[in-house]
């Protein structure tokens, strides 16, 4: 087995750098060719788990019935702010049925988030933790939450960030609501200076919703005591993050927790740090020795396992005659609700297009709503919605196509830290985008269509990480019979990785895929992986699973000199079989081998390599849209989107539409439809159900083609890949509301571009 | 909760007599389901199913005029073959309910019994003249469907009081007609407003016209305001548009204005003027 180093990686999650120590093999495989050139990698493979989904026998979290199976359920906050009394479970308690309750009348000190606990009783938003029921039924359960008498003290409440910033806002800490007491500040060139010498000028106001991730999947949590060890199965987007905050939580060793999650129906984020649920359902567990099942219901997620915080961005680009984008500020707030969370959104204005003169401020406010989560490219979707509507602004002031404006001003280097890409094919995406959508058909005069129903094209840009890194590993075990198994300390959301791996596997060992096994979220089989967040999952597992694959090579080519007693430079290995190039009659296929090794099984392991010293390296891409404004109702119809990215190597043609369908149906139901709404004299969401929080059906899908411009990433990995899952999301509302002024003439600024407000925004025209 | 499944017609009756006034009929269950998720509160205790009784799902003409069971489901409707001959109006509302799961459970008598202000079969019934005939332990009785709803979630229907059967005249073949819906996306969507129509136009003159909208006034009624003026008029699009304003003028006099009303002002006289194309295959 090849050794391996350490190194410092920088890695980009979510919002921010992370440095970490990784260990990282010493002898990286070479970049893999071509995808034509490979058996397996880039073709429409179905999913490995698919029949297991279709026929309905996949068992998720959801679904796990151990014996003797206690449910619990918890009672939340049904006002947005208030300081707890008293609570009274002596009648739920009496309840027949009830097992136990856990509140904090009896529950030990657990920390949680920076400044409160497991059960606060200071309650900062509706749907914040009060108790945790266990019964011998979810009903019996909800029966006895509905006992619990609470007596509290209401305090006055703020649910809009604009108000919590002011001096008269109730505060929901001491410090005050702004997080961290002041704003995120940027800043390069001389922004000033630039608007002084501008030739144009385009100053505006955008806001964005609230949105909710709503996978299909619940939250939920079955927990077993075994003695000492407790085993976790969770709905989760990160195993080994949950293993360490359970085992914190509850003082016992990170070795006696078992995390274990093989089926998800989708997280988008909301399940990427372990939830207070798990901890609970642990509690309950040791303290009934039961097996606990908990359950967060629809209602549930809706108020509290996380949001897309919403944002009002104001800001104020320029440009010189000749198309150059010469200033952008940028000024946003948005809630973050009653926890520490993030609500900035500027990562676009600072690092989507080549510009001298940038200025940032952007302030997080603590509000008495929900708590946010990173959601699918957190801050980029509402970003790039203000920055590329101002940016069809702007050109349209100097009379330059918003496409070729975009293409002047693209960044050949990072324009923050002036470092080389890895690569970057953003005028690839630009110029294919374009010619799938027809661009040179577009109205030259937005709002010129006769009649009642207009029509319009739009693009926007695409910017975010997603290049991945270590530390990452995979472990390969081949047996006897020629099969082989996969192990990954990852998880696969219901993005394709057990099937990416599998294909890896096939593609360096020639292994049928039926003969190949792959073993994910398990803490107590599988090697680290980092958590699936941040469109990283491919790029970082896939080229260690590919260096376990070329270590099972070596390996067996090294065992095959020694039997055959040939040179190793003469052995190759074709199909399974191993053959001496310099003799034919020596040949072995691997069950042959491998009874002669007297090893049941043979093991390798395999690292993500290090990251390019000195290099950045991120996702590219544009989306354009053709929509239909029905100028009589608001009605917005998208007829297509072309979605045209750099995304380094597909790894498997079918579940990368997957991602881009899905992230595009998610943007076009941020576009058009979805939105928490709070009713602020009561401080409490009125839409808390799928149907009054709409999200698209399939009926209101349009055509959507999906154009890759990468074959790989010429440094990245040794697989190329880059993430797929978050890039789809971002570029599409802007591309929509640009289509929309290019059909109609006139500008919605506001997400969702609801029927009422196109009307009335074509009323005030 | 206790659930009692009759057999016949006299059954339902006489349950619902037995329970006086705690039990209710189920016929799709859906829109009763989701009370029992919200508004438990307004579920009575006994429910009796009629979704299996074999006469109330029925469609027939019965001396000249269509009968219609209240079990019928919205899919019985919309693939019924007298229904698409002689009321297709109807089955054009019935075709945008929901889902095709929900066309297959959800029934006519549950949509018109429930009185949601968005519930799309009810325009269309009372462009249609719809009779209804109630039965109870005291025996038949027939009302026009107009004297049928009180408010929103409210009718005439007493506790032991139930919707036996739905009458309808048949539509002439020459008969002008169009449903239209705006719901907030493709399908499975409530209706924000939905409008029936059905025109008599001859020489281009419009005869008559019997204009009902959803959503838009506390109470289904027929336009008459519209209707008046439309009549007698040569059908163009000038006119249809004035009779949209004259729609949402009507809709601010009996409601007021609200929250919804800069929206909704613009969106019904648009609507109207856009239900009337349809009827006569206008483009607008
Ligand atoms: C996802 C979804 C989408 C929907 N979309 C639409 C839509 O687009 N348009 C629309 O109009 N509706 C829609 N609905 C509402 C519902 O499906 C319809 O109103 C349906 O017609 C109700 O019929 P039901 O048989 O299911 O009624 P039930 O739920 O069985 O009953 C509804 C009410 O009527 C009473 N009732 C039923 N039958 C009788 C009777 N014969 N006599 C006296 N009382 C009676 C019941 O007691 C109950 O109070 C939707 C519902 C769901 C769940």
Not at chain 2, 59 to 78: C, L, W
Request: hydrophobic fraction near 40%; proline fraction near 5%.
């Amino acid at each position: 087995m090849a050794e391996s180093k350490y190194v410092k990686s920088k890695i980009f999650f979510e919002e921010e750098f992370e440095e970490k120590l990784a260990e990282v093999p010493t002898d990286p495989k070479g970049p893999w060719p071509a995808n034509d050139n490979l058996k397996i990698i880039g073709k429409p493979v179905s999913r490995i788990d698919g029949y297991d989904k279709v026929s309905g026998t996949a068992v998720y979290t959801f679904d796990i019935n151990l014996p003797r199976m206690a449910q619990a359920r918890i009672l939340r906050s049904a006002v947005p702010h208030a300081k707890i009394k008293k609570i009274d479970t002596g009648k739920a308690e009496s309840l027949p049925g009830v097992l136990g309750i856990l509140s904090s009348n009896n529950a030990q000190e657990i920390k949680w988030f920076n400044t409160s606990s497991l059960f606060d009783t200071h309650l900062r938003y509706q749907g914040d933790e009060i108790a945790c029921v266990v019964a011998e039924s979810e009903a019996i359960a909800l029966k006895a939450l509905k006992l619990i008498k609470i007596e509290f003290d209401e305090l006055p409440f703020t649910v809009d960030a604009k108000e919590a910033m002011g001096e008269k806002a109730p505060k929901i800490y001491d410090e005050g609501n702004i997080q961290g007491g002041k704003p995120f500040e940027y800043a390069r060139g001389d922004v000033d200076k630039a608007f002084q010498e501008a030739d144009a000028i385009v100053e505006d106001t955008f806001d964005t919703q609230v949105a909710i991730h709503n996978p299909t999947e619940v939250h939920c949590s079955v927990v077993n005591w075994d003695g000492d060890d407790l085993t976790v199965w969770d709905s989760t987007q990160a195993i080994y993050g949950v293993r360490d905050t359970v085992a914190d939580a509850l003082k016992m060793p990170a070795s006696k927790v078992r995390i274990i999650k093989k089926y998800m129906g989708g997280g988008f984020g909301s399940k990427l740090e372990c939830g207070k649920y798990t901890v609970m359902a642990a509690l309950l567990a040791r303290k009934i020795g039961r097996p606990v099942r908990i359950v967060v219901d629809r209602k549930e997620m809706n108020l509290a396992v996380g949001n897309r915080p919403n944002s009002v961005q104001k800001l104020k680009l320029a440009a010189s005659k000749d198309g150059t984008l010469t200033a952008i500020s940028h000024y946003s707030y948005g809630a973050i609700g009653g926890y520490e969370g993030g609500a900035g959104c500027s990562w676009p204005a600072r690092q989507m297009y080549k510009c001298d003169n940038v200025k940032v401020e952007e302030y997080s406010v603590f509000t008495n709503t929900g708590p946010t989560r990173p959601f699918r490219a957190p801050g980029y979707p509402q970003g790039i919605f203000a920055l590329d509507s101002a940016i069809d602004m702007l050109a349209e002031k100097i009379r330059m196509n918003p496409l070729e404006f975009r293409m002047k001003n693209n960044a050949e280097k990072h324009p923050m830290w002036n470092a080389p890409f890895t690569s970057k094919l953003l005028k690839e995406a630009y110029e294919q985008g374009a010619k799938a959508i027809g661009w040179d058909k577009r109205n030259n005069q937005p709002g010129a269509d006769k009649g009642p129903v207009k029509k319009g094209m739009g693009m926007a840009s695409q910017i975010w990480w997603g290049g991945g890194g270590p530390p990452s590993h995979a472990v390969l075990k081949l047996n006897r019979d020629g099969s082989a198994r996969v192990i990954a300390g990852t998880q696969d959301l219901g993005t394709g990785t057990y099937t990416f791996m599998a294909q890896i596997v096939h593609e360096v060992l020639d292994i049928p895929m039926d003969k190949i096994e792959v073993i994910l979220g398990d803490t107590a089989v599988g090697p680290y992986c980092p958590s699936s967040g941040g469109s990283t999952t491919a790029p970082s597992v896939s080229p260690a699973v590919r260096d376990a694959a070329e270590n099972m090579k070596i390996k067996l080519l090294e065992a095959a000199a020694a039997q055959l007693e040939s040179e190793k430079k003469n052995l190759v290995y074709v199909n399974g079989l191993i053959s001496d190039t310099s003799n034919p009659e020596k040949k072995i296929d691997i069950p042959g081998l491998m009874g002669k090794m007297g090893e049941q099984t043979i093991t390798t392991t395999g690292s993500r390599e290090a990251n390019p010293e000195g290099y950045i390296t991120q996702t590219f891409g544009a989306q354009f849209a053709k929509v239909e404004v029905d100028t009589l109702t608001g009605k917005i119809k998208v007829n297509k989107i072309v979605a045209a990215h750099d995304i380094g190597r597909v790894l498997n043609r079918k579940t990368l539409d997957n991602q881009f369908h899905g992230g595009i149906m998610q943007g076009l139901s941020y576009a058009l439809m979805e939105e928490q709404i709070v009713d602020i004299n009561t401080g409490k969401v009125v839409n808390t159900n799928l149907h009054d929080y709409k999200i698209p059906i399939i009926a209101d899908i349009p055509e959507i083609e999906v154009i890759i411009v990468s074959e790989a990433d010429p440094m990245n990995s040794n697989t190329g890949v880059k993430g797929c899952g978050e890039p789809a999301i971002i570029p599409t509302a802007a591309a929509i509301a640009n289509a929309v002024y290019n059909a109609i003439g006139v500008r919605i600024k506001s997400l969702p571009m609801t029927p009422d407000k196109v009307l009335m925004a074509l009323n005030q025209a | 909760m206790q659930y009692h499944k009759p057999k016949n017609i006299s059954e339902v009756t006489e349950l619902l007599d037995t329970f006086n006034g705690s039990a209710q009929i189920i016929a799709g269950g859906t829109d009763m389901l989701v009370e029992t998720r919200y508004h438990q509160q307004n579920l009575k205790e006994h429910w009796i199913d009629i979704s299996e009784i074999d006469e109330l799902k029925q469609i027939h003409v019965i001396d000249g005029q269509i009968s219609i069971g209240p079990a019928a489901t919205h899919s019985d409707i919309t693939g019924n073959d007298v229904i698409k001959q002689h009321a297709p109006l109807l089955a054009e509302a019935c075709r945008v309910i929901g889902s095709l799961q929900i066309r297959n459970r959800g029934t006519i008598g549950g949509n018109v019994c429930n009185a949601s202000p968005c519930a799309d079969s009810i325009p269309a019934l009372i462009v249609l003249d719809a009779q209804l005939v109630i039965d109870s332990a005291e025996g038949e009785q027939v009302k026009p469907i107009s004297e049928f709803f009180i408010k929103p979630y409210k009718t005439i229907l007493t506790p032991g009081s139930w919707l036996k059967n739905i009458r309808i005249h048949k539509m002439d073949t020459e008969d002008k007609f169009a449903f239209l819906k705006l719901g907030r996306r493709n399908a499975l969507a409530i209706s924000r407003m939905n409008f029936a129509v059905v025109m008599k136009i001859s020489n281009h003159i419009i005869d008559s016209v019997r204009l009902a909208p959803g959503s838009v006034y506390p109470i289904w009624r027929r336009v008459t305001e519209a209707e008046e003026f439309l009549q007698g008029k040569k059908a163009s699009e000038t006119m249809f548009k004035e009779a949209g304003k004259i729609v949402a003028d009507s809709m601010i006099k009996t409601s007021g204005r609200r929250w919804s009303t800069p929206y909704k002002e613009p969106a019904v006289a648009n609507l109207t003027e856009r239900v009337l194309c349809k009827a006569v295959k206008f483009d607008c």
